[in-house]
T-cell receptor, first 116, second 114 residues
């Protein structure tokens, strides 16, 4: 059983819709991440939160808006998305945002997003 | 040049074969090396991690790092159909602006047939 839970597992939305992805971790970690996984491409880091503070925004378009109310929950708010935004969105957590051998990232099973 | 290069495959082997998966990288600051396994419709799960150069063995899995060649490998002995998955290499640095950030390869899709 994964310690990182993502909902919904699947989401189909039109380009004008607004929706949110949710991530919850039960590992007591302090850092949380959003990644985008597209076919045949490496995982793309989108956002990093460390102790609820955003520490990295990897040049992500403003139609993606993250929110981290506490160290256990992370949201990704979506609005006016484009067809090329269709992908698997993965959430991960680690003890803190400094990485390293003692701090591997643990992933959820992702939300499969399809934009019509 | 991409930070991490990984052949996406697909790679198909018979049960019992030895599988070799590889990644190359360009950033000499990388010190931590990981392999993740991702089953279909699942998230990546950490399989192996190593620091700097050398080997690490865990059951049927062996991870090797050759920093002089900027080359890492994952070997799977006595491969099983349950090993069928996509294998992602990942690495991070211990200094500089990339501190802590994980850089991933594209993943290699492996199928082990009975």
């Amino acid at each position: 059983e994964t310690g990182v839970t993502q909902t919904p597992r699947h989401l189909v939305m039109g380009m004008t819709n607004k929706k949110s992805l949710k991530c919850e971790q039960h590992l007591g970690h302090n850092a949380m991440y959003w990644y985008k996984q597209s076919a045949k491409k490496p995982l793309e880091l989108m956002f990093v939160y460390n102790f609820k503070e955003q520490t990295e925004n990897n040049s992500v378009p403003s139609r993606f808006s993250p929110e981290c109310p506490n160290s256990s929950h992370l949201f990704l708010h979506l609005h006016t998305l484009q067809p090329e935004d269709s992908a698997l969105y993965l959430c991960a957590s680690s003890p803190s945002g400094t990485g390293g051998i003692n701090q591997p990232q643990h992933f959820g099973d992702g939300t499969r997003l399809s934009i019509l | 040049q991409k930070e991490v290069e990984q052949d996406p495959g697909p790679l198909s082997v018979p049960e019992g074969a030895i599988v070799s998966l590889n990644c190359t990288y360009s950033n000499s600051a990388f010190q931590y090396f990981m392999w993740y396994r991702q089953y279909s419709r699942k998230g990546p799960e950490l399989l192996m991690y190593t620091y700097s150069s050398g080997n690490k063995e865990d059951g049927r899995f062996t991870a090797q790092v050759d920093k002089s060649s900027k080359y890492i490998s994952l070997f799977i002995r006595d491969s099983q159909p349950s090993d069928s998955a996509t294998y992602l290499c990942a690495m991070s640095a211990n200094r500089g602006s990339t501190l802590g950030r994980l850089y991933f390869g594209r993943g290699t899709q492996l199928t082990v047939w009975p």
